[in-house]
């Protein structure tokens, strides 16, 4: 069930370019393979697994924030949980990493990404459903 609800999620992006297109394909076959999809241990079991991010964008501006493992400036996002749909990881994350409630531009996600990480936990995929939210409005 959750499997199908990632698939529906992924098969509503409108890729960018064939780059964008063959890793959408090369992801729906990985989900249909039957494999665990979500990180059980830390740091990288299995070597592939989802994340979700959400850039928080503020007119041109996105926050970034200094992701200690991978030693870069990135968007802010998380590892998505063992029956979790990815727009609910965007939603913990939010609340768990900047403490404010997700409010979202596009309830779907705009990208899709598979991405060999850097830094301290090298070596494993990511596969990323990019999701994009508004700007913080702090008083």
Request: with cysteine.
């Amino acid at each position: 069930m959750i499997r199908n609800q990632i698939k529906q999620e992924i098969t509503g992006i409108v890729p960018l370019d064939d780059l964008e297109k063959k890793t959408i394909t090369n992801v729906l076959d990985w989900i249909d393979s039957g494999v665990e999809l979500c990180r059980i241990k830390k740091p990288a079991t299995p070597n592939m697994h989802l994340v979700a991010y959400f850039p928080v964008v503020d007119g041109e501006y996105i926050l970034l924030v200094d992701h200690i493992n991978a030693e870069r400036w990135l968007p802010t996002g998380g590892h998505v949980e063992p029956n979790e749909h990815p727009r609910e990881t965007a939603i913990r994350e939010c609340q768990e990493e900047l403490n404010i409630q997700a409010d979202f531009m596009f309830t779907a996600p705009v990208l899709l990404t598979s991405t060999q990480t850097v830094g301290k936990t090298s070596g494993h995929t990511d596969i990323s459903l990019w999701y994009v939210l508004k700007e913080i409005l702090i008083y």
